[in-house]
């Protein structure tokens, strides 16, 4: 009885089953040069509203959640401490006033005096000389004018020293009633209203607690950041016009905008580029602190290669693709570049082949995790 066929069997039973795969053909087609990035929304303009002067808030002129305008009144604290101040500075303005016209009549009166005791000690030394006067006479006569002279310049210093006085007391005057328009807060900007933090009756502190944050909806901005790949082609378009971004809310709800500025350095960690694009925001579709879906079409590419995403693989060497011989239903490893992913209409995400690839070629998209070098495959039917 012959053996062979008892020595064959076991040797082919070594040989591995093929493994059951699906394939999918690279095709060639124009796909445009996109970003695609997450954005937050910001407001234009965020202020801080806080008190210049310590009072308590009498008055709250609007509501929370409010829209209002630049220059409308928002609060109004109690103004009583100062205007009492004011009603003191002024008596002290017109006591200065009274002193230092009472030293002037004193000057005048005084100004006399010293002439005439000039006088009388100019003739008493022509007497002295003359053997008149004694020499005792004639100094007190100087004497006594000297004091008049004294009488007179202490006057001016009254004069000056009242006169400063009220300078002073003026420019607190004027600091008071500053402080009394500084009791009403108006919108510094045109903009929606937050929580108030201070209610009414509650004491604001002079450049310390915030009584309400104003955020400016119309317009904002939408921050994202891209791959530094696209930089070069963004700096491209954006210096031939600006670049037209879409804000997507949800499904059907967007809005249009321009970008307007991009960094100047790359992110070492993420290996991308911040930008920010300006959006009117008319209709309010864009609200502070909101994440969307960010995009702008830079430009149209002709003829590129594509493959299901799900078809590239990632190795030690880089991106690869299995790649399938339809001859002998073998696989094999192929290099390839994949500068970025596009999403097309009924087809899902794509991978962009820069090279290693070429359009009809077929690769394997499910399965690829036995694969091994010339292995052998069995297709099945496509999902």
């Given at each position: 009885?012959?053996?062979c066929g008892r020595?064959?069997?076991p040797?082919?039973s070594?040989?591995?089953?093929?493994?059951?795969?699906?394939?999918t053909?690279?095709?060639?087609?124009d796909?445009?040069?996109?970003?695609?990035?997450?954005?937050?929304?910001?407001?234009?303009?965020?202020?801080e509203?806080?008190?210049?002067?310590?009072?308590?808030v009498?008055?709250?002129h609007?509501?929370?959640?409010?829209?209002?305008?630049a220059?409308?009144?928002?609060?109004?604290?109690d103004?009583?401490?100062?205007?009492?101040?004011?009603?003191?500075?002024?008596?002290?303005?017109?006591?200065?006033v009274?002193?230092?016209?009472?030293?002037?009549?004193?000057?005048?009166?005084?100004?006399?005096?010293?002439?005439?005791?000039n006088?009388?000690?100019t003739?008493s030394?022509?007497l002295?000389?003359?053997?008149?006067?004694?020499?005792?006479?004639?100094?007190?006569?100087?004497?006594?004018?000297d004091?008049?002279k004294?009488?007179?310049?202490?006057?001016?210093?009254?004069?000056?020293?009242?006169k400063?006085?009220?300078?002073?007391?003026?420019?607190?005057l004027q600091?008071?009633?500053?402080?009394v328009?500084?009791?009403?807060?108006?919108?510094?900007?045109?903009g929606?209203?937050?929580?108030?933090?201070?209610?009414?009756?509650?004491?604001?502190?002079?450049?310390?607690?915030?009584?309400?944050?104003?955020?400016?909806?119309?317009?904002?901005h939408?921050?994202f950041?891209?791959?530094?790949?696209?930089?070069?082609?963004?700096?491209?378009?954006?210096?031939?016009?600006?670049?037209?971004?879409?804000?997507?809310?949800?499904?059907?709800v967007?809005?249009?905008?321009?970008?307007?500025?991009i960094?100047?350095?790359?992110d070492?960690g993420t290996?991308?580029?911040?930008m920010?694009?300006?959006?009117?925001?008319?209709?309010?579709?864009?609200?502070?602190?909101?994440?969307?879906?960010?995009?702008?079409?830079?430009?149209?590419?002709?003829a590129?290669?594509l493959?299901?995403?799900?078809?590239?693989?990632?190795?030690p060497?880089?991106?690869y693709v299995?790649?399938l011989?339809?001859?002998?239903?073998?696989?094999?490893?192929?290099?390839?570049?994949?500068?970025?992913?596009?999403?097309?209409a009924?087809?899902?995400?794509?991978?962009v082949?820069?090279?290693?690839?070429?359009?009809?070629?077929r690769?394997?998209?499910e399965?690829q995790?036995?694969?091994?070098?010339?292995?052998?495959?069995?297709?099945?039917?496509?999902?």
């Amino acid at each position: 009885m012959c053996s062979c066929g008892r020595e064959a069997g076991p040797a082919a039973s070594t040989a591995p089953p093929p493994q059951a795969v699906r394939a999918t053909e690279a095709i060639a087609a124009d796909v445009p040069l996109e970003i695609a990035a997450i954005g937050n929304v910001e407001a234009s303009s965020t202020v801080e509203v806080k008190a210049r002067v310590t009072a308590p808030v009498v008055r709250v002129h609007f509501a929370e959640g409010q829209d209002v305008r630049a220059g409308q009144l928002l609060f109004e604290l109690d103004a009583e401490p100062f205007v009492r101040q004011i009603a003191q500075i002024e008596a002290n303005i017109v006591r200065d006033v009274a002193l230092a016209r009472q030293a002037e009549a004193i000057i005048a009166r005084d100004e006399a005096t010293w002439k005439n005791l000039n006088a009388i000690a100019t003739r008493s030394l022509q007497l002295q000389k003359e053997g008149i006067l004694s020499r005792e006479q004639a100094d007190q006569a100087v004497t006594n004018a000297d004091a008049a002279k004294a009488a007179v310049e202490a006057g001016r210093a009254a004069v000056e020293s009242a006169k400063a006085a009220e300078q002073a007391d003026r420019a607190r005057l004027q600091e008071t009633k500053l402080l009394v328009e500084y009791t009403k807060i108006y919108a510094p900007i045109s903009g929606r209203a937050g929580a108030i933090a201070t209610k009414q009756g509650s004491l604001a502190k002079q450049h310390d607690n915030t009584l309400v944050t104003l955020l400016q909806l119309t317009p904002v901005h939408v921050t994202f950041s891209v791959p530094e790949s696209l930089l070069a082609a963004v700096r491209k378009y954006q210096s031939q016009r600006p670049l037209r971004i879409t804000a997507v809310v949800s499904g059907d709800v967007s809005s249009i905008g321009q970008l307007e500025f991009i960094d100047n350095t790359v992110d070492p960690g993420t290996g991308g580029i911040k930008m920010k694009a300006l959006f009117a925001n008319a209709d309010r579709v864009l609200w502070p602190g909101q994440f969307v879906n960010v995009k702008a079409q830079l430009n149209m590419e002709a003829a590129r290669v594509l493959v299901t995403a799900q078809a590239v693989q990632t190795g030690p060497q880089g991106k690869y693709v299995w790649l399938l011989n339809a001859k002998d239903s073998t696989v094999a490893m192929r290099t390839v570049e994949v500068p970025r992913l596009v999403t097309l209409a009924g087809r899902g995400e794509m991978a962009v082949v820069a090279s290693g690839l070429q359009a009809g070629e077929r690769v394997i998209n499910e399965g690829q995790k036995r694969l091994t070098p010339g292995g052998k495959v069995r297709l099945l039917a496509a999902n």
